[in-house]
């Protein structure tokens, strides 16, 4: 069974940069896959952030992209988020994904909420 | 960038009213749409996936359709457990993009 956990600091300050990873268990992200970040702001819709495979390859939203890295470790089994310059806009919550191979998201982690708060 | 924009934004139904949210896309996508279920406090579960297909476990009382670039979700008969908030989401392969509609709240009426 497939498991993917957040872990992160869930506070910081605007111009600092939120680095969160999610760890997978129950299946190896060498096996394939672009695996995704998704976040949602309290209360409102979901938005892609970007997508990675195993080899690096990297997938980000046009209107992020500038501050967004996405990055893989296979030794540990996880991929990391990095952005940077983060301001109160950037409050939400933050789900890892694995795709589903039919264009939807599959198996998420249950979330861990980052707030942006001097 | 493609739009997807869901309606209603949400909804008043019964326990065993048949419910039918709409997701119209801003350009032809083909088949390409899921739908997702979310439940406050949780993550969004995926339902459907090419427009009408139903995911593994999904109750058969949920059903997808399209035509053009008007996509629907329909519920056949609402159930207590189906009260939640439902999501499209249109997938590009090349380059990698998912989009998500702003959602339509489904509420007890």
């Known amino acids: 069974q497939v498991q993917l956990q957040e872990s992160g600091p869930g506070l910081l300050k605007p111009s600092e940069t939120l680095s969160l990873s999610c760890a997978v268990s129950g299946y190896s992200i060498s096996s394939g896959y672009y695996w995704g970040w998704i976040r949602q702001p309290p209360g409102k819709g979901l938005e892609w952030i970007g997508s990675i495979y195993h080899s690096g390859s990297a997938y980000y939203n046009p209107s992020l992209k500038s501050r967004v890295t996405i990055s893989v470790d296979r030794s540990k089994n996880q991929f990391s988020l990095r952005l940077r310059s983060v301001t109160a806009a950037d409050t939400a919550i933050y789900y890892c994904?694995?795709?589903?191979?039919?264009?939807?998201?599959?198996?998420w982690g249950q979330g861990t909420l980052v707030t942006v708060s001097s | 960038a493609i739009q997807l924009t869901q309606s209603p934004s949400s909804l008043s139904a019964s326990v065993g009213d048949r419910v039918t949210i709409t997701c119209r896309t801003s350009?032809?996508?083909?088949?390409?749409l899921a739908w997702y279920q979310q439940k406050p406090g949780k993550a969004p579960k995926f339902l459907i996936y090419d427009a009408s297909s139903l995911e593994s476990g999904v109750p058969s009382r949920f059903s997808g359709s399209a035509s053009g670039t008007a996509f629907t979700l329909t519920i056949s008969s609402l159930q207590p457990e189906d009260f939640a908030t439902y999501y499209c989401?249109?997938?590009?392969?090349?380059?990698?993009?998912?989009?998500f509609g702003q959602g339509t709240k489904v509420e007890i009426k």
């Open positions: 989401q249109q997938f590009n392969g090349y380059p990698l993009m998912y989009t």
């Open positions: 350009q032809g996508i083909g088949s390409a």
């Open positions: 994904a694995r795709p589903s191979g039919k264009g939807g998201f599959d198996c």
